[in-house]
């Protein structure tokens, strides 16, 4: 059975790398991978969006409308905005961060109100305040690791396995502050 999630959020927020690392993982395990991106506007602060798909043997790398399994949000409107690729019995991990698009710093469109919350009507939720996490850590950019270690929670794969992967995916420099990250979200 092939298991299908997605990684969202706007350029800059680490979905490339969240993904070879889930993607490091799956492998280890002996799974097929397919991983794919779409960046966009990425540069400008627009949306970028990661599929990983795993199993046994997977044909192609898009996850379809209604079919996600997992989906990572490192950005709340980010989530909105891509919910409706979750199975109904999906799963939506969170980071609770606002980041305004143009529109709504120009005043052409608001920001919604209490997205987490909406969402956890239809779908169960999971969110962390990563970007204070990361900040306590003394390293905001490790926040989507933060979010990464609260989705793994909720996956088929031991702690060990994920810090062994992230070990030899992140740079050298940063493997201590990666792991630390990691935890931080796992152990949330």
């Not at 799956?26 to 506007?41: C, N, R, T």
């Not at 192609?60 to 209604?66: A, D, F, L, R, S």
């Not at 929670?153 to 810090?163: G, I, P, Q, V």
Request: aromatic fraction near 6%; avoid cysteine; proline fraction near 3%.
């Amino acid at each position: 059975m092939t298991k299908n999630i997605m990684i969202v959020g706007v350029g800059g927020q680490g979905t490339l790398l969240t993904s070879r690392i889930l993607g490091g993982i799956m492998m280890q395990a002996g799974f097929d991978v397919k991983l794919s991106e779409v960046h966009g506007m990425a540069q400008r602060g627009g949306s970028v969006v990661t599929y990983v798909r795993y199993g046994e043997k997977v044909a192609e790398p898009i996850v379809e409308e209604g079919q996600a399994d997992l989906l990572i949000a490192f950005e709340q409107l980010e989530a909105l905005r891509y919910a409706h690729f979750l199975k109904k019995d999906g799963t939506l991990v969170v980071n609770d961060q606002r980041i305004d698009p143009i529109t709504v710093v120009t005043g052409a469109a608001a920001y919604p109100e209490n997205i987490i919350e909406n969402l956890a009507k239809e779908h169960t939720v999971y969110s962390i305040d990563a970007m204070a996490e990361a900040l306590k850590l003394g390293n905001s950019k490790v926040f989507n690791i933060i979010v990464l270690g609260l989705a793994a929670k909720h996956m088929d794969f031991a702690k060990e396995e994920w810090l062994k992967v992230i070990e030899n995916t992140v740079p050298p420099k940063t493997i201590a502050i990666n792991q630390k990250a990691f935890l931080a979200g796992y152990e949330s």
